[in-house]
């Protein structure tokens, strides 16, 4: 029986749904601005906000096509996904900027489906189909920095 690693501490107990969501979200905002992930984030069962680094903020058909797309995600019932490689065998797309000076040589990996793949420590759904209707309540741009604050509509609700 294979054991699993030991890994640095996880100082934070993430709503599986929403920590899942904000994965979607960072690989749809990469995908559509070609901006990286977000540096800054709040993630919480009620709501959530990312910041991300942008030139000039989405337009309002952005912002509704940013919606759109991770719900298509979502409804795709993607199979989430965790693995241990170490830090030598990451795949050239995962971005470990973010890592601390005092990560494990092992890294967890969380895959969802082929969409995204990203170094996390965190909690997450088995299925994108858990996660439920992903809604952005507002957005506003200050400085080069654009804050998206969303919630989730639970699935049956």
Same mark, same amino acid.
């Given at each position: 029986m294979e054991q699993e690693p030991i890994l640095n501490e996880h100082n934070k107990q993430e709503y599986p749904p929403m920590h899942t969501a904000e994965h979607i979200l960072n690989q749809t905002m990469v995908r559509m601005f070609g901006c990286p992930r977000s540096r800054n984030a709040h993630i919480e069962r009620k709501k959530s906000k990312c910041d991300y680094q942008l030139a000039t903020p989405p337009s $309002? $058909?952005?912002? &509704? %096509? *940013? %919606?759109? &797309?991770? !719900?298509?995600? *979502? &409804?795709?019932?993607? @199979?989430? &996904?965790? %693995?241990?490689?170490?830090? !030598? $065998?990451? @795949?050239?797309?995962?971005?470990?900027?973010?890592? @601390? %000076?005092?990560?494990s040589e092992t890294l967890r990996l969380v895959r969802i489906g082929d969409y995204d793949i990203c170094a996390c420590a965190g909690n997450h759904v088995e299925n994108t189909a858990e996660i439920g209707t992903f809604k952005i309540i507002s957005h506003d741009f200050n400085e080069g920095t654009w804050r998206l604050r969303f919630k989730l509509i639970e699935p049956g609700a």
């Open positions: $309002e $058909e952005q912002v &509704r %096509e *940013i %919606e759109s &797309r991770v !719900n298509e995600v *979502i &409804r795709q019932g993607m @199979p989430v &996904r965790v %693995e241990y490689v170490k830090r !030598n $065998e990451v @795949p050239p797309e995962v971005d470990l900027s973010k890592l @601390p %000076e005092d990560a």
